[in-house]
C-alpha cells in the first residue's frame, strides 16, 4: 500500500482543527480558556501509547468509530485536571456518593469534547460517523486503557502483503493531540487510531507523484530502530551507563510545530546535516546534566560547572560516534553511501536549538517525516532525545529504492572518525 503524502497532510490539518473544537467546547462550558499545544500523526507502534501515558494517572473516555470512519478515540485528563475541570461545572453540587458526580461530569465533558473532533472529521468527509456510548476509563497503568480491539488497529490490515522481515511487528497510524489550558495546570490528550480498512480507504495513494510505500515505511522503521539501539549500545560502552531506547515514533508533523516537541528548557544540540540518499538532519538533544554525566563518566573526570570547552568536544565527540552508528544502519540498507558534516554544538531553548533544522527544510516542503526516539539510562537520570528529519523527496526515492528482503541482514556499524565536512547551516556555526 502507497500513501498520499498530500493526504496525510490534509487529514493532519483536519485532526489539528477537530482538535480546536475540542477544546473550544470545553472552554465553553468551564469558562477555562483552552487551545490545541500540537498535533501528531504517528506511525507507531502498539506499546507507544501505553509510554506516553506513563508516570501519571489518568481519567477520561474510549469510545468506537464506525461506518464513514472506523476506529477508536481515547480522551483523557490527569487527575487533578478531571477535578479541576469537574469542579468549574459542578461546583456547591452535592453528591450522594463522593466522587459520583465528578465521575459522571468528567465522562460527559470527554464526550462532548470528543464529539466536537468527531464531528469535524464527518463534516469534512461529508459522511456519517456513528461513535459509541463512552466507556468511562480511569487507571494509574496505561494499559488499562487500551483494550485488544484498539491495540490492534491500524496494524496487519494495513501492512498485509509485506515481506516478512517488516510484517512481524507492524506500524498502526495513531493522530495525537495534546491540548493546554491558558492560565490553568490542566493536563489532557486526544488519541484516534483508525482502523486498518480506514487508512486504507482514505490515505491510500491514487498517484505515484507524492507516494510513500508503507510497508517499506515498516522496514525503514526496522532500520532506524536498530539504529536507535546501536545508539543505546554505543552509549552504553563510552559511558559504562547501561541505556535503553524508551519511546520510538514517526511522526508525520508540520515544520512549523517540531519546535514545539522540544522542552522550553535549556538544552544541549549537537546537530549533523547528512547528503546521500536520503538527505536531512540529524539532532541529539541533552539535558545539561544528563550531558554532564555522560561526560563525566565517558571521560572519568569532573565536569565543568558551566560545560567548558572539554565538556563541548567530549559531547561533540559521543555524538559523532552515535550519528555514525546510526546513518550507517540506513546507508547499508540502501546499498548507498550517506555523508554526515562535522558536529554543529548548540547551548540553548530547546526551540531555539531546534529552529535553524527546520529552516534548512522549509523551502521545499511544508511537512516531514521525524524519527523521534528517546533512550534513557535504566538505572540512573540521563536521558537523550534523537530527531532524524529526512528531506520528504529524498526520503521518498530512497522508500522506493530498496528491497525489503535487505532489512533482515542490514546492521548499523559506528565509525568513530570525525568527518571534516562542514554543517551547511550557518546559524549554527554561530553559535
Known amino acids: 500500500m502507497k500513501?498520499?503524502?498530500d493526504t496525510l497532510g490534509t487529514f493532519y490539518e483536519m485532526a489539528r482543527e477537530g482538535?480546536?473544537?475540542?477544546?473550544?467546547?470545553?472552554s465553553s462550558m468551564t469558562d477555562i480558556p483552552a487551545r490545541v499545544n500540537v498535533t501528531h500523526?504517528?506511525?507507531?507502534?502498539?506499546?507507544?501509547?501505553?509510554r506516553d501515558l506513563t508516570d501519571t494517572g489518568w481519567v477520561g473516555i474510549r469510545v468506537g468509530l464506525s461506518d464513514g470512519f472506523g476506529g477508536t478515540s481515547l480522551l483523557l485528563f490527569d487527575r487533578e485536571s478531571a477535578a479541576t475541570i469537574a469542579s468549574a461545572v459542578v461546583a456547591d453540587i452535592p453528591t450522594v456518593e463522593e466522587g459520583t458526580l465528578q465521575d459522571s461530569t468528567v465522562t460527559e465533558i470527554a464526550q462532548i469534547m470528543n464529539n466536537g473532533f468527531v464531528d469535524g472529521w464527518a463534516n469534512v468527509l461529508d459522511t456519517n460517523i456513528d461513535v459509541s456510548a463512552p466507556t468511562y476509563v480511569a487507571a494509574d497503568h496505561p494499559d488499562e486503557f487500551l483494550d485488544d480491539e484498539t491495540l490492534a488497529l491500524g496494524g496487519e490490515t494495513v501492512a498485509s502483503g509485506a515481506d516478512e522481515a517488516g510484517s512481524a511487528d507492524d506500524l498502526a497510524v495513531l493522530f495525537r493531540n495534546n491540548l493546554e489550558a491558558v492560565g490553568e495546570e490542566l493536563t489532557f490528550r486526544h488519541?484516534?487510531?483508525?482502523d486498518g480498512e480506514t487508512v486504507r480507504r482514505l490515505f491510500e495513494a491514487r498517484t505515484e507523484e507524492r507516494a510513500i510505500e508503507f510497508e517499506k515505511l515498516v522496514g525503514f522503521d526496522r532500520i532506524a530502530q536498530r539504529g536507535a539501539t546501536q545508539v543505546a549500545s554505543n552509549l552504553t560502552q563510552m559511558t559504562g551507563i547501561e541505556m535503553d531506547v524508551d519511546i520510538r515514533r514517526i511522526n508525520f508533523i508540520s515544520l512549523d510545530a517540531i519546535p514545539s516537541e522540544v522542552s522550553t528548557e535549556r538544552k544541549i544540540g549537537v546537530a549533523f546535516s547528512f547528503r546521500g540518499m536520503p538527505s536531512g538532519y540529524l539532532l541529539f538533544l541533552f539535558g545539561e546534566e544528563s550531558a554532564r554525566r555522560l561526560v563525566a563518566r565517558s571521560a572519568e573526570t569532573r565536569t565543568a560547572a558551566g560545560l567548558g570547552e572539554f565538556e563541548r568536544d567530549a559531547i561533540q565527540e559521543l555524538s559523532n560516534v552515535m550519528a555514525s552508528g546510526m546513518l550507517d544502519g540506513w546507508?547499508?540498507?540502501?546499498?548507498?553511501?550517506?555523508?554526515h558534516s562535522t558536529p554543529a554544538y548548540a547551548h540553548d531553548m530547546g526551540a531555539a536549538v531546534v529552529d535553524p533544522l527546520v529552516v534548512g527544510l522549509g523551502e521545499s516542503q511544508e511537512f516531514a517525516f521525524v524519527f523521534d526516539t528517546r533512550i534513557e539510562a535504566v538505572d540512573t537520570e540521563v536521558d537523550l532525545d534523537i530527531y532524524v528529519i529526512p528531506d520528504e523527496e529524498d526520503l521518498r526515492e530512497a522508500l522506493g529504492a530498496f528491497e525489503m528482503g535487505r532489512v533482515a541482514e542490514t546492521r548499523p556499524e559506528a565509525d568513530t572518525d570525525i568527518s571534516d565536512e562542514e554543517m551547511d547551516l550557518d546559524y549554527w556555526e554561530s553559535l
Do not use: E, K, M, Q
Open 3 to 5: 500513501l498520499d503524502v
Open 41 to 50: 500523526l504517528n506511525f507507531t507502534r502498539d506499546a507507544s501509547i501505553a
Open 331 to 339: 546507508a547499508n540498507l540502501l546499498d548507498t553511501s550517506i555523508d
Open 19 to 26: 482538535a480546536g473544537l475540542a477544546a473550544n467546547r470545553l
Open 191 to 194: 488519541y484516534l487510531v483508525p
